[in-house]
């Protein structure tokens, strides 16, 4: 059984990137470069029959709160994780909100995406679905 992330990130480096760490899987990305564009891509795979397993959205998108963004998706009716990246604090870039605080999100991932954690959150993540 094929799976479908959507990546939701305006980086198109992260697309490669996560193409990359999932080569060898049977997971295929679909990209959404804005908060809209992914509300209706969502609204789209559940209208077809097919949702995502996954979302994974850089919470640094303009447009929208997080908060927003995240009810939209609930909203549009997509039930299953959401997995959000966040940039390094080790770097000047500002940080969002903390997603956590208001229950948003599922998780919570850090740019630099590395192997080892990212894939172990995304499948960590869709085996929730499988429960």
């Given at each position: 059984m094929t799976r479908t992330i959507l990546l939701v990130d305006a980086v198109l480096a992260t697309k490669s990137q996560l193409a990359g760490l999932l080569e060898h899987s049977d997971i295929q990305i679909q990209v959404a470069t804005d908060a809209q564009q992914a509300i209706?891509?969502?609204?789209?795979?559940?209208?077809?029959?097919?949702?995502?397993?996954?979302?994974?959205v850089d919470l640094n998108l303009p447009g929208l709160s997080q908060a927003d963004f995240v009810r939209s998706l609930r909203f549009a009716g997509h039930y299953a994780p959401i997995l959000a990246i966040v940039n390094d604090s080790s770097n000047n870039e500002t940080n969002v909100e903390n997603p956590f605080q208001t229950n948003d999100c599922d998780a919570i991932i850090q740019r630099p995406l590395?192997?080892?954690?990212?894939?172990c959150q995304i499948h960590d993540?869709?085996?929730?679905?499988a429960i």
């Open positions: 209706a891509l969502t609204a789209q795979a559940y209208r077809i029959d097919q949702p995502f397993s996954l979302i994974m590395t192997q080892k954690r990212t894939l993540l869709m085996d929730l679905l």
